[in-house]
């Protein structure tokens, strides 16, 4: 995600606001803090509870005063309990508190009720586990999300729709073809635009394009929001696999990393080297 200082609207406080003035001065990437098993190995942590805490808090230490975005994923916290949910809700006090943004990857997606208590969790600060957005799945119908995006614009926060993902299963829902021709992917598309209009420079209202898809088929320039790029580095994209992705529309992309970084660890020196690389090799293909 490319944003020349001159269009971040001036006293912003919106999600999109808040997320090109961090891109502007900390560079386009964002680190996912997911702590899986073989990782935990890697770095010699035992799987637990505990593990999680120092192998989270270590990317915290290293990285949330300098990323743009930090984007834990729930869950890999969760599975370990309680102990787990409190270890991600330090881990999303703490990356805030340093100036990082937080991206809830939680993929939630459900109606009514149940989703306003997925937009009172992630999204309204009372909680502790409000980060600045979230990840959600629109393919309950994109009406499923209206809770979600209420909370988010009375907080100033954001949400991360899935658009088209990498995984193989993804086309036979996301390329089938609605009534009105267009594909369901490209329906998503046109309901994030309607959502962004009218902020600047960008809307709260992001999509999820895998850099691994190619080229699309679909049309990106009217989304007004932020794309979130993930599958590069250890899942096979490189940045240059951004520009036949997003063509024009690369400006607004925020590519992210996990384990490309993470398996740097746990010495913070290595994390923080391996994550100012990338965020140059994507600043080069973005700009």
């Known amino acids: 995600m490319s944003v020349n200082t001159s269009q971040v609207e001036t006293g912003g ?3 999109g606001a808040r997320l090109a003035k961090a891109v502007a001065e900390r560079g386009p990437l964002c680190v996912g803090i997911d702590p899986h098993p073989g990782l935990l190995d890697a770095w010699g942590l035992t799987r637990d509870a505990a593990g999680v805490e120092r192998f989270a808090r270590t990317v915290v230490d290293a990285l949330a ?9 729930s869950a890999f916290f969760e599975r370990y309990g309680a102990r787990g949910v409190a270890v991600l809700e330090r881990v999303i006090a703490d990356a805030r508190s340093a100036g990082a943004l937080v991206l809830n990857d939680v993929k939630r997606g459900d109606i009514g009720s149940t989703m306003d208590a997925y937009a009172a969790a992630y999204l309204d600060p009372s909680s502790p586990l409000c980060g600045d957005a979230m990840t959600a799945s629109p393919y309950l119908g994109f009406g499923s ?4 995006l209420a909370t988010a614009a009375a907080h100033g926060n954001g949400v991360f729709v899935l658009g088209l993902t990498s995984n193989p299963e993804g086309p036979q829902v996301q390329h089938a073809v609605a009534a009105d021709g267009r594909t369901v992917a490209q ?10 209009a009218g902020y600047a420079p960008y809307g709260p209202v992001g999509v999820v394009v895998g850099a691994t ?3 699309t088929g679909h049309d990106l320039s009217r989304v007004g929001g932020p794309f979130l790029a993930p599958g590069l580095g250890a899942q096979g994209a ?5 520009r036949a ?6 400006r607004a992309v925020l590519p992210s ?3 490309e970084v993470l398996r740097a660890g746990p010495d913070e020196a290595s994390l923080r080297s391996v994550a100012a690389r990338a965020a140059d090799d994507f600043r080069a293909v973005l700009a």
């Open 245 to 250: 992705v997003f063509g024009d529309a690369r």
């Open 213 to 215: 898809v190619g080229e």
């Open 238 to 242: 490189t940045a240059d696999d951004l």
């Open 65 to 73: 005063d300098r990323v743009a975005v930090l984007k834990p994923q």
């Open 13 to 15: 406080d919106h999600f």
């Open 145 to 148: 999300l209206a809770p979600l």
């Open 187 to 196: 329906t998503v598309l046109d309901a994030v635009a309607d959502a962004n």
């Open 257 to 259: 990393v996990s384990r």
